[in-house]
């Protein structure tokens, strides 16, 4: 097989490099076309790389791609899950190169989508046509790549639910996470759920001249910003009645197991161009950022942003706020706490409309199962060492009802790096992290065929 792997890594890059052209922004109707085109894309590489069949299925949004390969139904069956769907790339003033012409620079690949997800499910598809090419295919397999991942999967569920016969499986395997660094392997035991919203913040019926109601009449941007300031304390906690009720506080010899992975907090400054880190007291980085929950604006706008001056007391002001989520909290009870909690603060000079978008479940993996011990080997046979369990601070919302609706456990398989610029401009992914998952998820196949039987 690495002969296989060698010949074709090429051939490999272009084709990833060629799905990367093509701006599958599924959060813009405007790149509706496009969302579809990456879609049949990616059914045409499926067939190729050897799977018995591969179709689109339609939802109500956009398209679920759906292939499978059997080899023997006594196997065990792997279900890959992935998504062909990306973030908008906006300001696009800021990337270096265009995020829809990917660039390779300093040994990584700059685009959109490089690292989420379309680099990282195209490994698995690779790594299944090497196996399948050379006769080393050991369990059945079953790829299924969405298009809505971005924007909250809102339609996936209605697709699982509908097709738990064709998704039947024994475990899930999923490369959208990261690793700690490419010396150190790592396998993420668990993803922080999350809860969206937007506000809307309204004073006067229309835009007013500032200086002649300056002074009279509330500002909606300025009442938006206070009260968005008074949903954390000076601890940094999040100050909404109930939020914490139901997170479940890790042990101090849990916490212990989670600092054991190296973290450099000067060099973390450094690549962030920061001159010291925040968050809420009495936890590290790194526990901020993967076991406590969040509250953070993703967005705020209203009245003049153009060039030049205009003063106008604005009539509307709104945010974009998401809340990251820890076991054992909901995303529907935090959303409706949220809601209820910021209408309360209110004053009487303004109205407010909370709107939900999208959430999802944080999620938890044992790391006691042969699934994770496979994950766990074929890391170390490719990497040399064993990887270090650590829990993921992103959202993967669909993980939580893929157990919920087929009864199945993720595995957590990710390649990319903190610094791969995730939703920001500038994304990448290595060429190390690309060749190195091809590399390592067929070890992944090996172990868990000779640990199922």
């Known amino acids: 097989m690495t002969d296989y792997l060698d010949t074709h890594k090429q051939r490999f890059l272009d084709e990833l490099l060629e799905l990367l052209r093509i701006?599958?922004?599924?959060?813009?109707?405007?790149?509706?076309?496009?969302?579809?085109?990456?879609?049949?894309?990616?059914?045409?590489?499926?067939?190729?790389?050897?799977?018995?069949?591969?179709?689109?299925?339609?939802?109500?949004?956009?398209?679920?791609?759906?292939?499978?390969?059997?080899?023997?139904?006594?196997?065990?069956?792997?279900?890959?899950?992935?998504?062909?769907?990306?973030?908008?790339?906006?300001?696009?003033?800021?990337?270096?190169?265009?995020?829809?012409?990917?660039?390779?620079?300093?040994?990584?690949?700059?685009?959109?989508?490089?690292?989420?997800?379309?680099?990282?499910?195209?490994?698995?598809?690779?790594?299944?046509?090497?196996?399948?090419?050379?006769?080393?295919?050991?369990?059945?397999?079953?790829?299924?790549?969405?298009?809505?991942?971005?924007?909250?999967?809102?339609?996936?569920?209605?697709?699982?639910?509908?097709?738990?016969?064709?998704?039947?499986?024994?475990?899930?395997?999923?490369?959208?996470?990261?690793?700690?660094?490419?010396?150190?392997?790592?396998?993420?035991?668990?993803?922080?759920?999350?809860?969206?919203?937007?506000?809307?913040?309204?004073?006067?019926?229309?835009?007013?001249?500032?200086?002649?109601?300056?002074?009279?009449?509330?500002?909606?941007?300025?009442?938006?910003?206070?009260m968005i300031a008074s949903l954390k304390d000076e601890n940094g906690q999040i100050a909404i009645p109930g939020f914490y009720d139901k997170v479940v506080d890790l042990s101090d010899a849990d916490r212990a197991e989670l600092a054991k992975a190296p973290f450099d907090l000067d060099e973390y400054k450094r690549d962030l161009g920061i001159a010291e880190v925040a968050g809420e007291v009495g936890y590290s980085t790194n526990e901020r950022t993967s076991i406590r929950p969040t509250l953070d604006v993703n967005g705020i706008w209203g009245g003049y942003i153009g060039q030049g001056a205009k003063t106008v007391l604005p009539s509307k002001a709104s945010a974009k706020i998401s809340m990251r989520l820890v076991p054992d909290q909901n995303p529907d009870e935090i959303t409706e706490l949220f809601a209820r909690h910021f209408t309360a603060i209110a004053p009487p000079t303004v109205t407010v409309k909370v709107t939900p978008h999208h959430g999802g479940l944080p999620y938890v993996t044992p790391t006691d199962s042969v699934e994770f011990e496979a994950a766990s080997r074929a890391f170390e046979q490719a990497w040399g060492k064993k990887p270090i369990p650590t829990r993921g601070g992103g959202s993967i919302p669909i993980v939580a009802l893929f157990e919920r609706e087929l009864g199945i456990k993720s595995i957590l398989m990710g390649f990319g790096l903190d610094s791969d610029a995730l939703h920001s401009p500038n994304e990448s992914y290595g060429l190390f992290n690309f060749y190195k998952g091809i590399e390592t998820i067929p070890y992944f196949y090996k172990n868990y065929a000779a640990l199922k039987q």
């Open 23 to 226: 701006p599958s922004v599924s959060a813009d109707s405007a790149f509706k076309d496009d969302v579809r085109r990456a879609a049949e894309y990616v059914k045409e590489k499926l067939l190729a790389a050897g799977l018995d069949k591969a179709e689109l299925y339609e939802t109500a949004g956009h398209p679920v791609v759906y292939g499978e390969k059997i080899v023997d139904p006594a196997k065990p069956t792997v279900l890959v899950y992935g998504h062909y769907d990306v973030q908008p790339a906006d300001p696009y003033d800021l990337w270096q190169t265009p995020p829809f012409e990917p660039t390779i620079r300093n040994e990584r690949i700059y685009a959109r989508g490089a690292c989420d997800d379309k680099g990282q499910f195209y490994m698995h598809i690779k790594a299944i046509e090497a196996m399948v090419a050379t006769d080393g295919l050991p369990c059945n397999v079953k790829v299924m790549i969405e298009g809505e991942e971005e924007v909250g999967s809102d339609h996936l569920g209605t697709f699982v639910a509908q097709n738990r016969d064709m998704l039947k499986a024994d475990v899930i395997l999923i490369s959208d996470t990261s690793i700690i660094s490419n010396e150190t392997p790592s396998l993420e035991t668990g993803l922080r759920g999350l809860s969206y919203v937007e506000v809307e913040v309204t004073g006067p019926n229309r835009d007013l001249h500032s200086g002649v109601y300056g002074g009279g009449v509330a500002n909606p941007i300025n009442v938006l910003c206070d």
